[in-house]
């Protein structure tokens, strides 16, 4: 089954800086996407980016970007100048709607 | 613009009781899918449905489960019987095709506990 993985339970970073959350991907498909959603704690689930394996570039949504390596299978979401409210669980998601376990982000002032 | 509408927000009934979860998808929305979250297990996708028609059920836990979409305005969720290791927060979200590719819209969920 392909399966989404996401090495890191917990992360912990200073307010301001930048962190960068893990996500692989099992699949033999040479043509994937993968998506990363935010569930802060009120429970919600938010989605921030996507990129899919034959895009182009890297994407970016404001402080959202990815560093996708194809020949990894990965996209590592990097949120930049993290800010209090970044505090949440976050969730990498296949485009065949399967979610990985998630990283519990806490953000520290 | 209305969201993704769940009812209710919050159940609480007893081990053998049937639960029924409602979902109200965006409009114009022609998927819908039904997740299950837990500590243990984390989102599981149970069923999701295409243009009212279910795609994908292997989720489904067993045949408590059972989901429904009559119209495209509307679906349920309903365990029976329940037992108390169903507790979790199910999620109910749509897309406007559930194509490859495309984002996810999630409610709010329904947080159920069965005692």
């Known amino acids: 089954a392909q399966k989404i993985t996401q090495t890191q339970p917990g992360m912990f970073v200073q307010e301001k800086e930048a962190v960068t959350l893990d996500c692989t991907y099992d699949?033999?498909?040479?043509?994937?996407?993968l998506f990363w959603y935010k569930q802060p704690s009120s429970g919600e689930m938010i989605f921030l980016i996507y990129q899919g394996s034959y895009d182009q570039q890297n994407a970016t949504e404001g402080r959202y970007s990815l560093n996708f390596q194809k020949a990894r299978k990965s996209a590592n979401l990097v949120i930049s100048a993290s800010q209090l409210g970044d505090s949440a669980m976050y969730f990498c998601a296949s485009q065949n709607f399967v979610f990985g376990p998630g990283t519990r982000l806490s953000v520290l002032p | 613009d209305a969201g993704v509408i769940q009812s209710p927000r919050h159940e609480v009934t007893e081990m053998g009781q049937e639960v029924t979860l409602r979902c109200k998808p965006i409009?114009?929305?022609?998927?819908l899918f039904w997740y299950r979250q837990t500590m243990m297990r984390g989102l599981e996708l149970l069923i999701y449905?295409?243009?009212?028609?279910?795609?994908?059920d292997s989720g489904m836990p067993e045949d408590r489960f059972s989901a429904k979409m009559p119209n495209a305005s509307f679906s349920t969720l309903k365990i029976q019987p329940s037992e108390p290791r169903d507790s979790a927060v199910y999620f109910c979200?749509?897309?406007?095709?559930?194509?490859?590719?495309?984002?996810?819209?999630f409610g709010s969920g329904t947080q159920l506990s069965v005692l």
């Open positions: 449905f295409n243009n009212n028609v279910p795609i994908d």
């Open positions: 409009s114009g929305h022609n998927s």
């Open positions: 979200a749509s897309s406007i095709q559930g194509q490859r590719g495309e984002k996810l819209f």
């Open positions: 699949t033999s498909d040479p043509s994937y996407g």
